[in-house]
């Protein structure tokens, strides 16, 4: 049996990429995002919210990045690493001016900048 679905719009990729696209485009739209397996078997589905950045001034760039090729097992590029790490922040702004939800809470930590996040949730 074969089945039609009409969309405005098809997004090819369930990844942080594809995702992140779907975001973007008007409200309008009829969107429908393509994944090639169950969406809980991606790498961006497991991240839960783990994102390397510098949150709060007893942070630094260089610590994440540090963490990131340690855990990396040297298969990360450093290049690469550094600069995610670098836009890390305005990343997160712009995924929350979006509507992702971020781990909240009465004991989230906190910065003059307004940034309320568990920021020891990844891998929980």
Do not use: Y
């Not at 590029?77 to 809470?105: C, K, Y």
């Amino acid at each position: 049996m074969s089945q039609h679905f009409q969309h405005d719009v098809l997004v090819i990729g369930s990844g942080a990429a594809g995702l992140s696209l779907a975001l973007t485009l008007p409200g309008h739209l009829s969107i429908a995002v393509l994944s090639k397996g169950d969406l809980a078997n991606g790498s961006t589905f497991w991240a839960q919210g783990g994102v390397a950045a510098v949150l709060d001034d007893t942070d630094t760039v260089q610590s994440h990045v540090e963490d990131t090729l340690n855990a990396g097992g040297g298969l990360c590029n450093e290049g690469a690493v550094r600069f995610t790490v670098e836009h890390s922040r305005e990343a997160i702004q712009w995924l929350i001016d979006q509507g992702v939800p971020f781990t909240r809470g009465d004991d989230a930590d906190t910065d003059e900048s307004g940034f309320e996040f568990h920021l020891t949730r990844e891998g929980a």
